[in-house]
């Protein structure tokens, strides 16, 4: 059994919706599928649950983008009536509750893709539990996912949300629905939790930053932890501890290319090649980290590779697993590039579903 879950850039429109379902009716075995709220759809476009933020806070333009969006989504996949009168009572809602308006994302995306594909909806709130103080309660949280799918051939949840003990909406962070895909899997015990975003998976670099970059096929939960905790978008670093404590393997999958394998993250796992990503930091400093297996010699070579770059490396520091550099932020984006051209090698790569677009190792400080 295989828990999906499928991000924004994935469900951003009616014809991404419709291959989502196509991608999850491929397979029996793909049983529950969490999907996030409609992301992106082109440069400068806006993320529903940025436009249901505003919208709460008293913007009915942002409103009215929310309810154009869905509609547009429904018309196309004919199911306007249903969603027009879900959005009617999100409307008379909307100032219920930050958390609530936050939400509304995520609950009509599956709303949406349950309808399409004629399976029932799972409501988060209903099995996802907080406790007062908003902490997860993981053994009710359990106990009531394992209660309501087990029943279930298929099902389809929205990400991101569960409840208070009082009935009320409490959301993750954002990027949420990573976490609630992994909770999922991890009360099922699932063989597979697949994370299908709009990356073939992992890199050894930023693409956008680095030319040459080479796919990382597996790496360990704990150096995608700290890959994520560096500001890697393409996993919330969260959603690593419910699937590393059921001994389930995560598998990231690009939903445009489905004919690349992607990474795939478990326990016994190491990147065969080195990992350069990073942070910036405060007072103008940043964190360049080298994640790594076995490799004599890394630290040496990485040290050398800076000094002949003519960047000045304040301090670092060495782990079993990793290397971290501590520079100026201005020196961020020639570290990379001088550390993935001494430490990776980049002839000879077999695999082909590597692109430009690929996901993002490493923010940028200068970004910021």
């Known amino acids: 059994m295989i828990v999906c879950k499928f991000g924004g850039s994935s469900v951003a429109d009616a014809e991404l919706i419709r291959l989502v379902a196509k991608i999850t009716q491929k397979s029996n075995d793909r049983r529950f599928v969490v999907v996030s709220a409609p992301g992106k759809r082109f440069a400068g476009d806006d993320k529903i649950t940025d436009l249901l933020i505003q919208a709460h806070q008293g913007s009915a333009r942002a409103l009215e983008k929310v309810r154009a969006r869905f509609l547009a989504i429904a018309e196309q996949l004919h199911m306007e009536e249903e969603i027009a009168r879900e959005l009617e009572t999100i409307a008379r809602r909307i100032f219920l509750s930050a958390d609530y308006a936050a939400s509304r994302g995520e609950y009509l995306s599956a709303r949406i893709l349950a309808r399409l594909i004629d399976a029932p909806f799972v409501d988060a709130k209903d099995i996802l539990c907080f406790d007062a103080s908003g902490t997860l309660d993981f053994r009710r949280t359990y106990e009531?996912?394992?209660?309501?799918?087990?029943?279930?051939?298929?099902?389809?949840?929205?990400?991101?949300?569960?409840?208070?003990?009082?009935?009320?909406?409490?959301?993750?962070?954002?990027?949420?629905?990573?976490?609630?895909?992994?909770?999922?899997?991890?009360?099922?015990g699932a063989q597979c939790y697949e994370n299908w975003t709009d990356v073939d998976g992992v890199f050894t670099a930023d693409p956008r930053l680095v030319e040459g970059v080479r796919p990382i096929e597996q790496i360990s939960y704990r150096q995608m932890r700290l890959l994520s905790s560096m500001g890697a978008s393409v996993l919330h670093p969260d959603s690593i501890r419910p699937v590393f404590r059921a001994g389930i393997p995560i598998q990231l999958r690009n939903t445009f290319r489905e004919d690349c394998p992607g990474t795939r993250i478990w326990a016994d796992a190491h990147a065969r090649l080195p990992l350069i990503t990073g942070k910036p930091l405060e007072s103008g400093m940043c964190v360049v980290a080298i994640l790594h297996a076995e490799a004599p010699g890394l630290l040496e070579n990485a040290r050398a590779s800076l000094d002949h770059a003519g960047i000045d490396c304040a301090s670092h520091s060495v782990f079993a697993d990793h290397l971290l550099f501590f520079l100026k932020a201005r020196e961020f984006v020639r570290a990379v590039r001088a550390l993935h051209e001494t430490l990776v090698e980049l002839p000879g790569d077999s695999r082909t579903c590597s692109s430009p677009s690929g996901t993002l190792s490493a923010e940028n400080p200068d970004a910021h």
Not at 153 to 179: C, E, H, K, M
């Open 144 to 188: 009531r996912t394992r209660a309501a799918l087990k029943p279930l051939a298929r099902a389809i949840l929205p990400g991101f949300y569960g409840s208070l003990p009082d009935g009320s909406i409490r959301t993750f962070p954002r990027g949420g629905s990573d976490i609630t895909g992994a909770l999922v899997a991890g009360a099922m």
